[in-house]
T-cell receptor
Framework: AQTVTQSQPEMSVQEAETVTLSCTYDTSESDYYLFWYKQPPSRQMILVIRQEAYKQQNATENRFSVNFQKAAKSFSLKISDSQLGDAAMYFC?????????FGTGTSLTVIP | ETGVTQSPTHLIKTRGQQVTLRCSSQSGHNTVSWYQQALGQGPQFIFQ???????GRGNFPPRFSGLQFPNYSSELNVNALELDDSALYLCASSERGRSAEQFFGPGTRLTVL
């Protein structure tokens, strides 16, 4: 069964600094998708970034980038120049076909 | 473009009752997935609907059932409510075949007393 593990329940970062959130997953598939979602206190889940497993190049979206290590089954999220609005729960997710699997989340605090 | 909407926002039920939650998919999306998110946990996949048929199910008992309508909106029904059913229920819509990207609604907070 596919599992997604986020080993950091809580993280904090100084405003304008860089933080990396960790995620590992378990799968026997070779083609799948990985995602990072942000869930602010208002609770609406928002897609931050997406990675397709067959692409070797790491995805980047403005201040957000990933380090995708397929062999190690690792998918970390780097947030550069952290802003107060980045404070939220961050969920790593794995998708194959019509199934989605989420990690337990990392709560990110941004310190002014 | 209208996003995913869910109703109601909050709901309180007692053990043994039945509940229906509703979701309107984003314009142009034909697939709806439902998730249960317990407090402090990540969302757990309940099931997915595509073209009015169930298209995949997570590890949830049969008392969790759903419907999808011709306009792609969807309902989640839960019978014989248990205390552990208290959670945030999230609906997500997507366009089938479009790289699995899902768009989430704001959720319905269900409390079972």
């Amino acid at each position: 069964a596919q599992t997604v593990t986020q080993s950091q329940p809580e993280m904090s970062v100084q405003e304008a600094e860089t933080v990396t959130l960790s995620c590992t997953y378990d799968t026997s598939e070779s083609d799948y998708y990985l995602f990072w979602y942000k869930q602010p206190p208002s609770r609406q889940m928002i897609l931050v970034i997406r990675q397709e497993a067959y692409k070797q190049q790491n995805a980047t979206e403005n201040r957000f980038s990933v380090n995708f290590q397929k062999a190690a089954k690792s998918f970390s999220l780097k947030i550069s120049d952290s802003q107060l609005g980045d404070a939220a729960m961050y969920f790593c997710a794995y998708s194959k076909g019509n199934q989605f699997y989420f990690g337990t989340g990392t709560s990110l605090t941004v310190i002014p | 473009e209208t996003g995913v909407t869910q109703s109601p926002t909050h709901l309180i039920k007692t053990r043994g009752q039945q509940v229906t939650l509703r979701c309107s998919s984003q314009s142009g999306h034909n697939t709806v997935s439902w998730y249960q998110q317990a407090l402090g946990q990540g969302p757990q996949f309940i099931f997915q609907y595509y073209r009015e048929e169930e298209n995949g199910r997570g590890n949830f008992p049969p008392r969790f059932s759903g419907l999808q309508f011709p306009n792609y909106s969807s309902e989640l029904n839960v019978n014989a409510l248990e205390l552990d059913d208290s959670a945030l229920y999230l609906c997500a819509s997507s366009e089938r075949g479009r790289s699995a990207e899902q768009f989430f609604g704001p959720g319905t907070r269900l409390t079972v007393l």
